[in-house]
Nanobody, 119 residues
């Protein structure tokens, strides 16, 4: 069992930056692939970024590639999402998720943190 708590959301102007953090409980964090997803009002939840358990492999949605960076610190049981050049269309609730397998399916989810980008 893994419990995930996101933080770092807020209100930012277009072109600004935010860094989201996701703190995980449990001693097996380093064995989990981690992902970030987001859900905008009236839309389905969508994939944003993922990182392998070792941190050697990262994956991004086309819409955020070049602007967002996912990273992890296994010593701190934390995964990060650095978001730069934010756009109003990035406005959503952002969720982190943990997968005991690969980066395709996730078993554990956080409660989410709101990111609002004003134009």
């Amino acid at each position: 069992q893994v419990q995930l708590v996101e933080s770092g959301g807020g209100l930012v102007q277009a072109g600004g930056s935010l860094r989201l953090s996701c703190a995980a409980s449990g001693r097996t964090f380093s064995s989990y692939a981690m992902g970030w997803f987001r859900q905008a009002p009236g839309k389905e939840r969508e994939f944003v970024a993922a990182i392998s358990w070792s941190g050697d492999s990262t994956y991004y949605a086309n819409s955020v590639k070049g602007r967002f960076t996912i990273s992890r610190d296994n010593a701190k049981n934390t995964v990060y999402l650095q978001m730069n050049s934010l756009k109003p269309e990035d406005t959503a609730v952002y969720y982190c998720a943990a997968s005991p397998g690969g980066v395709r399916t996730y078993d554990f989810w956080g409660q989410g943190t709101q990111v609002t980008v004003s134009s």
